[in-house]
């Protein structure tokens, strides 16, 4: 009793629990079925804010009726403010797992993290392992950066509500290498009508890759097809001189 002045209304959810107007305190308190009186909203002091944060930084003024629903919503008659006002139950807090992460040395990235539930707004940080080299995240849930190292990084990432909740989500990123050709520049000697196969090969970028020729030409009878196969049965001696392009997905080619 010494915790309460004027309680004038009160709400039993299923589970026992006991909510109560405690209007002179300007607050809705909640007596558990376990015995433990939590304060749920209102600050002590008259007034009228907090709409969306976290109910027990909110201001009543009045508040002489408690109501509760089935999903646990609870309904406080906010009579000086002339509101109905309804305190949610907080979600718990879940990170939206980003699609496949990779990028490419010399290039920037730009990658804004998501979550769901608890009480925004939110404030992310890398709690174990570390970001790939030149690679930041923000408070704000931002990854940025320009990429300056080759390699796999593992790190996990924090995200807190407003109200101190937290959740984490372990992240694997690869960077690739830039883009370039591994294949001799020499090709292996064909043997005239009988059939010749070869494949070009590259590394780095963003597989997969496109490969064609910008200039000179194949042997004659020979051919090469975007995966960069070079197939067929030459029909002619002699030495051919010719240029390939390779080309990731991010249409980067060299």
């Known amino acids: 009793p010494d915790q309460l002045s004027g309680p004038q209304g009160a709400a039993v959810d299923a589970a026992g629990n006991v909510y109560i107007a405690d209007a002179a305190n300007y607050r809705v308190l909640e007596l558990t079925a376990s015995g433990t009186l939590v304060l749920l909203a209102g600050t002590g002091v008259s007034g009228f804010s907090g709409d969306g944060g976290l109910a ?3 201001r009543l003024s009045g508040c002489p009726q408690v109501a509760v ?3 646990g919503n609870v309904y406080v008659s906010d009579y000086n403010n002339g509101r109905i006002r309804v305190l949610r139950p907080v979600q718990t807090i879940s990170i939206t797992p980003p699609a496949a992460l990779s990028g490419i040395v010399g ?4 990658l804004t993290l998501a979550a769901t539930g608890g009480v ?9 392992g570390s970001l790939p080299a030149g690679l930041t995240l923000s408070s704000a849930g931002v990854l940025s950066g320009t990429l300056t190292a080759a390699g796999t990084s593992s790190f996990t ?3 807190t509500d407003s109200g101190a909740n937290t959740t984490t989500l372990a992240l ?3 960077i690739n290498g830039t883009l370039s050709i591994t294949s001799s520049a020499t090709l292996p000697v064909g043997v005239l009508g009988a059939q010749y196969s070869q494949t070009l090969a590259a590394t780095g970028g963003a597989p997969p890759y496109t490969w064609s020729i910008t200039s000179g030409k194949l042997p004659a009878g020979l051919a090469l097809s975007s995966s960069g196969a070079i197939t067929g049965t030459p029909s002619a001696t002699g030495t051919a001189s010719f240029t390939v392009q390779v080309s990731d997905s991010l249409k980067v080619a060299v």
């Open 56 to 58: 027990s930084a909110a």
């Open 120 to 128: 925004p707004p939110y404030s992310w940080s890398v709690v174990s």
């Open 107 to 110: 290039t920037k990235l730009s």
């Open 172 to 174: 694997s990123i690869t």
């Open 157 to 159: 990432v924090q995200v």
């Open 69 to 71: 629903d089935t999903a």
